[in-house]
Structures are given as C-alpha cells and as structure tokens.
C-alpha cells in the first residue's frame, strides 16, 4: 500500500536513498579514469577528499516530484511511479497534496526562489555513476603526471574552477571539470 | 607662535583624516556571504551575536533587507547547507543563524548596517551601487557581486552553496 507524501518520505530516503562517496560505485570505465587521476595528484602530494560519487536515482525522483507538486508546476496527479518507491503522491485533494510535497522540500533542503523555473533533475552523469565530486587541495606547485606520464606543473589555486592546468592534467585522464561547480568532473564534463 | 601653527595643522590634518571615507580594514571575503532563509554562510568565524548585517534578497527583484546575526550554528535546520548530502562540500564556510527583518530565500549579505545607495550597496567607495545576483549552476547556486555589469569580467566576490542534487544550469556562459 502506498504511503502519502510528505516528511516520512525524507527519513525513508536518508536511510534508503542515499547518493556515495565510494569511487567503488562508479561506472566502470570512469571508475578506473577517476582512480588513475586521483593517484596521480596524490603522489605528487595533493589531497583529495572524494565527497559525492553515485547518486540514487530514487532521491533524485522524489526531490524531483515533490519539488513540482509543491510549486505549483503539476497536478499530484502527472507524477509518474517509480519501482521500489511506493509514494502517493495525489491525497485527493490538491491543497493536501501541495503540504505533503512541500514537507519534503522543506525536509530535503530544496533550493526554491520563487524565480526558479527548474526541477531537480531525474537524470545526470551523477545518477549513472559518470561523475564525481572531490575536493582537491595542496600547498605551493605540484608535479602531477598525466596520463601520458608527462610532468605537469600545477599550482594551487583557491578556486578550482580557474585551474585550467588542473583541468587539462584531468582530461587527459578522461575526467573533465565542469567549471561552474568546484567539486564536479565527469565523463563529459556535464 | 610656530608651535601654536604646528599644532592647528596637526589637529587639521587629524581631523581631515577622520572626515575621510573610512575603507573598512576587513577584506571583502570576511564581510561578504551568501543567505540561505534564516542561515549565513560567510568566510568569517568571528562574527558576534546581535552584529549587523544587510542583505540583498535575490528572490525576485533584489530588495534590501536588515538583520542581526543571532549566533554561530551546526544545525541542519537552520541552514540547510549543513545537511548529510551536501554539509563536506560547503564546509569551508561558517555558518551563522540571522534574524532577518524581511524574507530572503536566497540572497547576499554584507556584514555591518549598510546604508543604501540607489536601492543598492556601495561596497567599493565610489558611490555606485554594486550589482548583486545568483544563478542555478549544475549542482548549486552562485552568488556574485559586480562592480559592473553582471556576468562581464571578474565579479567582486563570489560565493557558492553546493546543493548536493542536479539541476538545470541557468547561470549565462
């Protein structure tokens, strides 16, 4: 029997729909790319803290769905059903449906300006296991070697995303910055 | 007589040097954070309870709204950035509850109680307003200030709140 939307939901993904931190959980082919990478920044003396790799594509549902109904993007009743996530998501009436989607927003932190147009999306590199968040920080200028086993000189830079030698040394390991977002590479850089 | 003239220019010099517009000795990164609700999150960890703060709510058009801050927190109730899927990836922020006077879903506070200029906030000293806006990215939210035009150049500051989920980017290339 399906259970009503609402903040049980939110304690029912934290514990059965959580994304990783596991290099593990990656697709295969990244997996390796991502490995290769990391071993080479950390034997020329960076640190990498890897904080996000495979999302769940069930959380990604539910912020998703609850992100529309609670904004007033959808009827309850144009969510679509999910394996292994039995949810209600229409109470029968629409201002009940709202509260119960609106919990979960609340509850799993959704960013929600009232300009804000986009749903969390349902798909990503994150959800297929192609994209990784870490955190990669050293003192001074490192020799890292890419893929190539050429020496790269590379110096920190407090923003990631400005390190265009960081990001070239990574896309020869066939991972790629996406330089928007600190954390985040990927297969494609998406 | 000399000493007498000596001493006025010094006294002059003195008080020339106090009517001048103060530059405010703390570096823009420790007074400039982003506004999550009731949560700031700012490169400063010595921010004191009851201090000022005003803030560029981004909501929808920018408005400017003041609050104090109420105390250094951990808690993922008040800012939502400290939840379990995101909290390592926005650990290099410190986080603070605020009372706000007015609704800010989003926006960007600058420390102390600025005086508004043009319906925005001079940070540089030269009269104009910045220009204050955030933008979806992929996985979080950008916070900028410009001294100019918005998304030309090098912003003034930059702040970003990782929100752990993806999303559609909607920040301009």
Sequence with gaps: ?190 | MVTRRILTLLVLSAAGCHAAPATPAVPLDQRVGWVNGSCLAIMNAGLQPNGSITVVALDDKPTIVVGTIVGATNSSGVCPALLEDRRRSNDKWSFYEARLDGKADLGIAVTGHEKPIDGGIDLTGDGKPEQFTQCSTSEGVSFRVWSGMPYRGTPLWSGYYYLGYDTVATCPS
Aim: proline fraction near 3%; glycine fraction near 8%; include cysteine.
């Design chain 1, 1 to 190: 029997m399906a259970t009503k939307s609402g903040k049980s939901w939110v304690t029912w993904a934290n514990e059965h729909a959580v994304a990783s931190d596991k290099i593990e959980d990656l697709e295969a082919s990244f997996r390796t790319n991502v490995k290769d990478f990391i071993a080479a920044l950390e034997k020329a003396g960076a640190t990498v803290v890897v904080t996000e790799t495979k999302r769940s594509a069930k959380r990604a549902y539910l912020f998703h769905w609850s992100w529309k109904i609670a904004l007033g993007k959808c009827k309850p009743s144009d969510a679509t059903a999910m394996d292994g996530v039995d949810i209600q998501w229409d109470h029968g009436k629409d201002d009940e449906s709202k509260k119960g989607a609106q919990e979960m927003v609340d509850g799993f932190g959704l960013a929600v300006p009232p300009a804000s147009t986009n749903a969390p999306a349902t798909t990503s590199n994150h959800i297929e296991g192609k994209a990784v968040d870490m955190n990669i920080t050293w003192t001074g200028t490192i020799k890292a070697k890419d893929k190539t086993g050429a020496d790269i000189s590379i110096t920190f830079m407090a923003d990631t995303n400005a390190n265009s030698t960081l990001h070239t040394v990574g896309h020869t390991y066939g991972v790629k910055k996406l330089a928007t977002d600190a954390p985040h590479w990927s297969v494609d850089g998406h």
